[in-house]
């Protein structure tokens, strides 16, 4: 039975995911920022967004409350700063990218979104007793690009890890490593 080689030419494209993917983390994160913009926009312009201001749906409550800053920064304007390097680091083409230091990247600012939207959604529920759509936009879109993030992370780091181990053996028609030619130029000495 012959031996398979590995297939260097299709590991050159990078990690393999499904090609919807990328693109559908990348329009999530566009409205990300979409979102996030007007609601960076309405703070500083002073004016409410345009949501329901009476009962548990209460954008004016939720926005205007102590909750919607955090170390003096509007948390509109953090959220603007997140989506933007969420933006960034979505781009597909980077998800073909073979460095796992991105696809680390990638997950460490999925998990560390999804941590600031629990602690919203609870600041939201359970101290101000009202929500705001705007902000419930942004959450959900959160959720869901830490699924694909997370989902699919795994492949996003092993072709890389499997890339990196792989060394052709030079006596099977692999190139020969710098090492392996000073070896065999001492050998023939």
Same mark, same amino acid.
Request: aromatic share 10%; charged share 10%.
């Given at each position: 039975m012959a031996e398979v080689e590995p297939d260097v030419?299709?590991?050159e494209a990078g990690p393999w995911v499904p090609v919807w993917r990328p693109v559908a983390a990348f329009v999530l994160a566009l409205v990300g920022f979409g979102i996030s913009m007007y609601l960076t926009l309405d703070h500083f312009s002073g004016v409410l967004p345009a949501c329901p201001a009476t009962g548990f749906i209460n954008c004016q409550a939720v926005t205007t409350s102590t909750y919607s800053y955090i170390l003096h920064v509007p948390v509109a304007l953090a959220?603007?700063?997140f989506y933007t390097a969420t933006v960034a680091i979505n781009w !597909? !083409? @980077?998800w073909r990218v073979r460095a796992k230091a991105v696809a680390w990247a990638r997950l460490v600012m999925s998990v560390g979104g999804m941590g600031f939207i629990?602690? @919203?959604l609870s600041a939201e529920l359970f101290s101000i007793k009202a929500i705001c759509l705007w902000c419930t936009g942004v959450h959900i879109?959160?959720?869901l690009i830490f699924v694909?993030?997370?989902t699919s992370f795994p492949a996003m780091v092993a !072709?890389?890890?499997a890339w990196e181990e792989w060394e052709p053996d030079p006596h099977e028609g692999g190139e020969l490593e710098a090492e392996d030619v000073e070896t065999e130029d001492a050998a023939r000495r």
């Open positions: 030419e299709a590991d959220g603007l700063i !597909p !083409p @980077l629990l602690y @919203l879109v959160t959720f694909l993030v997370v !072709p890389a890890a």
